[in-house]
């Protein structure tokens, strides 16, 4: 599997990035960049229709942790419970979600 991943850049204000460090401390996700790649994914998906005009069968989750923790399941029971096998499961399924998208 190739590694498309690319090195992103830029600033915040301390009190966001305090917030984002309290978010990994507490355990609800292994790292900033992986809170900040999931809020990316939500922003992105909570958008899609829109930009897309419609999407077939898609709805909005209730809620973004209950979708999230449903996601991380599925792919780590896909993945034989293999976590780095899971995050790229996750990213092809974003990929292919998001295919074709014109941003």
Do not use: H
């Not at 899609?48 to 399941?73: F, L, N, Y």
């Amino acid at each position: 599997m190739e590694d498309a991943s690319v090195i992103v850049s830029f600033r915040m204000p301390k009190t966001l990035n305090d917030a984002l460090e309290e978010c990994v401390k507490n355990g609800g996700y292994a790292s900033k960049t992986e809170l900040l790649r999931e809020a990316l994914r939500a922003q992105l998906y909570a958008n899609i229709s829109a930009m897309r005009g419609s999407v077939k069968g898609r709805k909005a989750p209730a809620s973004m942790s209950d979708w999230r923790k449903k996601q991380w399941e599925e792919a780590l029971k896909l993945s034989g419970g293999d976590a780095r096998k899971a995050v790229a499961l996750l990213d092809a399924k974003g990929k292919k979600a998001l295919s074709g998208l014109k941003l």
